[in-house]
């Protein structure tokens, strides 16, 4: 699923700020230290807190860490090093990830409906560009709702991004019901048996309590059409905003059952732990990571390729 090296950026490439930052000092960790003692474990507790995977994700680790070296007897760095790896690679084992395809595939009335959700400035209308882009290269049949109808700009954005990848787009007006829209795009793809439905929505923040419950509306409006609709509800995440991805988390899914995320701007931020903690968390898998600007730019998230990547 991963791009070819060479012709696209490698997946270390991508995470490069938070291979350098995070390995790095784990490793300077262990060139200094061969025999284990208080210091390390304090080391490594300041090291996972700075590369953002969270207090409650680090505390635990720091706790199995701690637990294992008491039971294991640990005395050599190297094998605490082996022990974090495997303790961070653990943490995402009990999160079921099903790919996105397969899930549209096994979908036996058409079309499977993503609803797209996020604040606003995180890559969410440039995701949604890219997500079409993507499932179009994979042959399914898409169509886009503009339900963001908050600002006009989102609407021109989310056009331009249509008329790019090539995928119908279903729009209103500027202040039009959004859950209109998204009863037109659900008619629409119904209709046209496409799919897939990508639904875009106003960018919410958790202090705007009317937009928060409109997406409990759309998403009753949209049972009138499809009664399993929408299948999926996708977070969109800024890497770089660190702790306030984890707020963003609890308050979307307070409104709605979010099921999957896609984490954006990976390639700019040191702290890619982010994933790690939110995974840990929520229980809410990541299904893709956003790696930059281009059309091409979105990747599968691999659990154990993303893991990989910080040792």
């Known amino acids: 699923m991963f791009l070819k090296k060479g012709k696209n950026k490698t997946f270390n490439h991508e995470l ?48 199995n860490l701690e637990k294992r070296i008491q039971k294991e007897k640990y005395n050599h760095s190297q094998e605490i090093y082996t022990f974090l790896k495997k303790e961070i ?24 409906v993503i609803l797209i959700v996020g604040v606003n400035g995180v890559g969410k209308t440039t995701s949604i560009g890219k997500l079409a ?10 169509l886009i709702g503009a339900a963001d109808t908050f600002r006009a700009a989102a609407i021109d954005q989310l056009e331009i991004w249509s008329n790019k990848v090539g995928v119908p787009l279903i729009k209103q007006h500027m202040d039009a019901d959004p859950a209109s829209v998204a009863y037109d795009t659900l008619q629409s793809a119904k209709s046209k048996k496409k799919d897939v439905v990508l639904i875009d929505t106003a960018g919410r923040l958790q202090n705007r309590i009317s937009l928060m419950e409109e997406l409990s509306k759309i998403s009753r409006v949209m049972k009138k ?51 790690i903690g939110i995974m840990n968390q929520f229980k809410i898998p990541i299904q893709y990571l956003g790696i930059g600007e281009k059309i091409e730019d979105l990747k599968v998230f691999d659990g154990k390729k993303f893991i990989d990547s910080f040792f």
């Open 16 to 63: 490069k700020k938070t291979t350098e930052s995070f390995f790095s000092k784990i490793k300077n960790i262990f060139l200094k230290k061969s025999k284990i003692d208080i210091n390390v474990i304090d080391n490594i507790e300041e090291i996972l807190l700075s590369s953002d995977i969270g207090t409650k994700t680090t505390i635990k680790i720091i706790n």
């Open 89 to 112: 690679e653990n943490l995402f084992i009990d999160i079921e990830n099903v790919c996105l395809e397969k899930k549209i595939i096994k979908n036996n009335k058409k079309p499977y």
């Open 133 to 142: 882009y993507f499932l179009k290269k994979k042959g399914f049949h898409l």
């Open 225 to 275: 059409i499809i009664p399993e609709s929408p299948h999926e509800i996708m977070l969109i995440l800024d890497a770089t905003t660190g702790q306030n991805a984890f707020e963003q988390v609890r308050q979307f899914s307070s409104f709605v059952k979010v099921s999957s995320i896609i984490l954006t701007k990976m390639e700019g931020t040191a702290k890619g732990g982010v994933g």
